[in-house]
């Protein structure tokens, strides 16, 4: 009933009103139409809790092992290899054979190491990718079978059994004269090769408290999250602890389900604002620009390059349009607030390299004429 009241008088007003008055009831419709109108104004700037946050408590947890590949084309470890042998013969001894460690040749079978990482909730019966790295000098594990293995967590414990073929992205070539190695012959991989034997999962029926952690610590982005949260919700049963953790009380939020709860938490749409924030990539050249960079007065000279960050005129003055920064000879002059891609620009055209511009970045950074985190990587 009340949609078609709604549409009955946007019809009217598209026969009565005038067009400023009717982009304006225009407006207000989709407004009110907008289930997150208080938290979500500008949709660029707008994500799930999901995207930001973890839950505390719920995570993956790694798992390593040692054991055996066998069935290599003469490309395991050579003699020199003690590991090898030595865990051979034991292999054979608990199956009721006895030989010699000194005597044994072990060119077709290569020492190795196993990961996993254990994903939340992970339930017995379940099967994870495994990947195994030779640890002798065996040349590749092409071909080569992994025998049973018992992956084991930080507290000692089995958690899983792996075992079978590997499939490895390398491979060696070679010729009468010559040889010729691809990509890594001596890692390999097993898609779904353990089995998991141990329930590592967090009961989650008993939680009084349910935190989540932001990635990126932020104490706007943290009460923001609060604040919709209780507004979803309409009572407050949310909380900002510190940059990183806000805490949700269960039995205030009238879902008995943890599940079901964070469910609903995490569709939430907030507004997060991007760090400010310059990653160089000093051997690619490569920089990234999060957030509002800007720049405060400062001069840098540099290998005969000039910069000059100036004050901004008074307020009495006309503004100006904003414009590429000029560039005289080997000098670049920038008005206060200018953004961090527009020296770059300048940087630029006047055929700086990548060394000289993370040193200017640097320089800037340590004038303070630059507002933002600076991360070299």
């Known amino acids: 009933m009340a949609s078609r009241l709604l549409i009955s008088g946007f019809i009217w007003a598209t026969t009565r009103l005038r067009p400023m008055a009717l982009r304006l009831l225009f407006a207000m419709l989709l407004i009110m139409s907008s289930p997150y109108r208080l938290y979500a104004a500008d949709p660029s700037q707008s994500v799930l809790i999901r995207d930001v946050t973890e839950v505390e408590g719920v995570r993956s947890n790694q798992l390593i092992g040692y054991g055996l590949v066998v069935g290599l084309h003469s490309t395991g470890d050579s003699q020199q290899t003690y590991l090898t042998v030595q865990t051979l013969a034991n292999a054979m001894q608990r199956m009721g054979v006895q030989i010699v460690p000194s005597i044994v040749v072990v060119k077709n079978v290569a020492a190795v190491f196993v990961t996993a990482e254990l994903p939340p909730f ?6 994870l990718d495994i990947t195994i790295s030779s640890i002798g000098d065996a040349r590749s594990l092409e071909g080569g079978v992994l025998l049973l293995t018992a992956l084991r967590g930080v507290d000692g414990e089995v958690y899983a059994q792996g075992q079978g073929a590997l499939t490895i992205g390398g491979y060696t070539q070679s010729g009468p004269t010559t040889s010729k190695l691809t990509r ?3 890692v390999g991989r097993i898609a779904e090769g353990a089995i998991v034997e141990r329930d590592a999962s967090v009961d989650l029926s008993h939680f009084q408290t349910v935190s ?3 990635r990126d610590p932020d104490f706007t982005a943290a009460r923001n999250i609060a604040e919709a949260i209780n507004h979803d919700f309409a009572k407050p049963i949310s909380r900002a602890v510190d940059s ?6 269960v039995a205030d939020s009238g879902i008995a389900s943890v599940p079901i709860l964070l469910s609903r938490v995490q569709n939430l ?4 604002k991007p760090a400010a924030k310059v990653v160089v990539n000093e051997r690619t050249g490569t920089i990234v620009l999060g957030g509002d960079v800007t720049l405060s007065p400062v001069v840098i000279m540099q290998a005969g390059l000039t910069i000059q960050i100036q004050p901004s005129p008074p307020a009495s003055l006309p503004p100006t349009l904003p414009t590429a920064p ?3 000879g080997q000098a670049i002059q920038m008005q206060e607030g ?3 891609n527009e020296l770059l620009k300048g940087l630029h055209t006047i055929g700086a390299s990548s060394q000289d511009i993370l040193a200017i970045l640097q320089a800037i950074k340590a004038a303070g004429g630059l507002q933002a985190d600076l991360e070299v990587i």
Do not use: F, K, Q, Y
């Open 338 to 340: 200018s953004s961090v």
């Open 184 to 186: 890594h012959p001596t």
């Open 244 to 249: 990183r953790r806000i805490e949700i009380l």
């Open 212 to 214: 989540l952690l932001l």
């Open 326 to 328: 000029p560039t005289v």
């Open 122 to 127: 992970a339930r017995p019966g379940m099967n």
């Open 269 to 272: 749409a907030v507004e997060v």
